[in-house]
């Protein structure tokens, strides 16, 4: 329980078909915000409004403590990507390590069957296959089936997304108005969690890898110098701001080089490209890619799916992908989710043409000062 409308909702639709429910916030920023109505998900305003709704529905209600494991997972992988020159999709990375990993240890701690939270998507067995699939929702407007794609198969037969069947986020908040729940008329949260009340992720990579943001040169693809760039964390592929080059056409960063410090930028036509390199795949409904796989491919949360091809590599965890028509700015970092109709198949994390390392040092110590941060709150296990 979030905090926000969502789970408030999920716990209403568990309560009403019979499962005993048990609320738990996840305390994994410390954030304090005056007004507990746009505080996010991780402010102390919303761990409030979770208790109030847990009240509301005589539900017991924990606050539990997944600071540790957030840094040493979502954040660690933040400032690293952030630092290869890549784009990363932290909620992605927070699904994958806290609510559906650290939380799921922590349900069988507390003897709970299942996890449920206010994702709108859904979980479907297939008796053919033997297998559970993940779903987009019926809500397409609000579909999250792509930010769950890397759930495993024990994972999915215990994962419970009540309001996947929902028609539209109007009918969610109805039913919390109808329950007389305070979240019914919630904002939805949409910064990301850890750096809301820093004026951005800029400022807190600033804080925490300030290497990160080096003047280098910016080229174009001739190698030419056009000019200087401020710091490879603060450009993503696709991009025209903070270019700042004389130019008679608008320009965009085409890929980022952060073994040399520098960015390639080209004109709008230059974005689109047909075939990528996807690795970490994690297979949903099928248990691995053994021949050629028809999909439509998706590269990022607010994008339409394009029909493409996954080929199989000799890494069992990479794919090459080739998309029927060139689609714009395939982002390093970013997360490529394949479909088939309704379910999906599986997904990774979309690659650069030349892969490279950072120095991990360099990178601890700037989780050191992220955590640094939440030091005073670092509690150990349950905060109530």
Not at 204 to 209: G, I, K, Q, S
Not at 332 to 339: L, N, R
Request: aromatic fraction near 8%.
């Amino acid at each position: 329980m979030s905090g926000g409308v969502d789970s408030s909702v999920a716990a209403v639709l568990l309560q009403k078909r019979g499962y005993e429910v048990i609320g738990v916030t996840m305390q994994i920023w410390q954030e304090s915000h005056p007004d507990p109505r746009h505080g996010g998900c991780c402010s102390l305003g919303a761990v409030e409004d979770a208790r109030r709704v847990a009240r509301r529905l005589g539900i017991p209600h924990y606050v539990l403590n997944f600071r540790r494991v957030f840094a040493d997972t979502v954040i660690r992988d933040f400032i690293h990507e952030y630092r290869r020159g890549r784009t990363p999709n932290p909620c992605v990375q927070c699904n994958r390590f806290v609510k559906f990993d650290a939380l799921l240890k922590k349900a069988d701690e507390l003897g709970c069957d299942y996890i449920a939270t206010g994702h709108y998507a859904r979980v479907r067995y297939n008796p053919h296959t033997g297998r559970w699939n993940l779903l987009r929702a019926v809500n397409k407007d609000k579909d999250q089936s792509y930010v769950l794609y890397m759930l495993n198969q024990e994972q999915l037969r215990r994962s419970l997304f009540p309001l996947g069947t929902l028609p539209s986020k109007e009918q969610t908040r109805q039913i919390a108005r109808e329950m007389g729940l305070w979240t019914a008329d919630k904002p939805d949260s949409q910064e990301i969690c850890f750096v809301a009340h820093l004026g951005g992720y800029h400022q807190f990579l600033r804080e925490v890898t300030p290497d990160a943001f080096k003047p280098g040169e910016i080229r174009d693809v001739h190698g030419r110098v056009l000019g200087m760039h401020q710091g490879i964390a603060l450009y993503t592929i696709g991009q025209r701001r903070r270019l700042n080059i004389p130019s008679p056409v608008p320009m965009y960063v085409l890929r980022i080089l952060p073994e040399e410090n520098a960015i390639i930028v080209g004109t709008e036509d230059q974005l689109y490209e047909r075939e990528m390199w996807v690795g970490d795949v994690v297979w949903s409904s099928i248990p691995e890619l053994t021949k050629p796989l028809k999909v439509m491919a998706k590269i990022r949360y607010n994008m339409p799916a394009a029909p493409a091809k996954v080929f199989p590599t000799e890494r069992e965890d990479q794919v090459r992908v080739v998309f029927d028509h060139p689609v714009r700015a395939i982002t390093p970092g970013q997360i490529a989710v394949f479909y088939r109709g309704e379910t999906v198949v599986g997904g990774g994390t979309i690659l650069a043409p030349n892969q490279i390392e950072v120095d991990s040092e360099t990178t601890e110590q700037a989780v050191k000062r992220a955590l640094q941060r939440v030091q005073p709150f670092m509690l150990e296990g349950a905060i109530e």
